[in-house]
């Protein structure tokens, strides 16, 4: 009897420790995570959940929560995501929760499980002018679900992103998402600034990666070109390859091999004040420029679907 109330003793001392020590090392590390990919989707379809801006790798054995349900274990982890699918049985909008042992590590915004069955899955791919946060690809989402049918763009943008690392990037982006039918490439910008700088040559090499594996999963591609830079960023655009220069080369590419094309770059120097849709830096967008954006795509997608 002593001995067993010796363990029922150390248990709890145990327990004790651990309801105090653990979540104080929790918060020292910077592993929250605060996104999800896609914004909306169907049960048994792929939800990523991920910190963008997390500067240590998320730990193992995380496990992700919908609404009340019995926590789901993930498919899939690496230091930067993990991979979890939507369960059968709930729609409209569930709260998502993520939970190490006992603990909430993350109480994310609820995330919309669709009635419907989506039709039209489009990815949205490249670099800070795509993503990773709330942009043209939310707003390019709304109108199509609005006047098209079912649909969903998957936004997969990684700031500072060069053309090799997406190439790197896509194959593994591919293998989550499932059912997508259309992918849009818009990426370069980091390549073309004056402290990167690299080769027109290299840069087609990445793209010709990436319509290899887009073709591999049978997607329709569309590139879209990179849009101008106002006057207080071509200080920085100002030796070989330009924005310029890419956008050139990429429109010949696309002419080349019959890929439907998106002069974003033209759309933007034709409108009045085309400088607003940039920030002061002139480098990413502003709201007025992401709803411009979404224009334009949804003009040039629509008559693809």
């Not at 069955?117 to 199509?144: C, E, K």
């Not at 982006?173 to 290299?202: C, F, K, M, R």
């Not at 429109?251 to 120097?269: E, P, S, T």
């Amino acid at each position: 009897m002593v001995y067993r109330a010796h363990l029922r003793i150390a248990a709890r001392t145990l327990a004790w420790i651990a309801l105090v020590t653990l979540p104080a090392a929790l918060s020292g590390c910077i592993f929250y995570i605060d996104h999800l990919v896609p914004p909306h989707a169907n049960e048994g379809d792929r939800l990523v959940l991920r910190n963008p801006e997390g500067t240590e790798p998320l730990p193992s054995q995380l496990k992700v929560r919908f609404a009340t349900t019995v926590p789901r274990y993930i498919l899939s982890q690496n230091p930067n995501e993990i991979v979890v699918e939507i369960p059968p049985g709930i729609e409209g909008e569930v709260p998502v929760s993520v939970w190490l042992g006992v603990f909430l590590v993350s109480n994310l915004k609820p995330f919309l499980v669709d009635a419907e069955q989506i039709v039209y899955r489009i990815l949205a791919f490249g670099d800070s002018l795509v993503g990773p946060w709330v942009n043209h690809t939310n707003m390019l989402d709304v109108l199509l679900n609005e006047n098209v049918g079912p649909s969903l763009v998957i936004n997969e943008g990684k700031p500072g992103e060069i053309l090799s690392e997406g190439a790197q990037r896509l194959g593994h982006v591919l293998s989550i998402h499932s059912g997508v039918e259309y992918i849009y490439i818009l990426e370069g910008a980091n390549d073309v600034s004056d402290d990167t700088n690299t080769p027109i040559g290299q840069m087609l090499a990445s793209l010709e990666q990436m319509m290899d594996q887009a073709s591999a999963h049978s997607l329709y591609p569309i590139l879209v070109a990179v849009p101008p830079r106002t006057r207080q960023a071509l200080l920085h655009d100002q030796t070989w390859p330009t924005t310029e220069d890419w956008n050139d080369a990429l429109r010949n590419y696309a002419f080349a091999n019959g890929i439907d094309w998106v002069d974003l770059h033209q759309a933007f120097v034709t409108q009045p004040g085309w400088e607003s849709f940039l920030d002061e830096k002139g480098l990413h967008l502003t709201i007025a420029g992401q709803e411009f954006v979404a224009e334009v795509l949804y003009s040039a997608v629509t008559p693809l679907l």
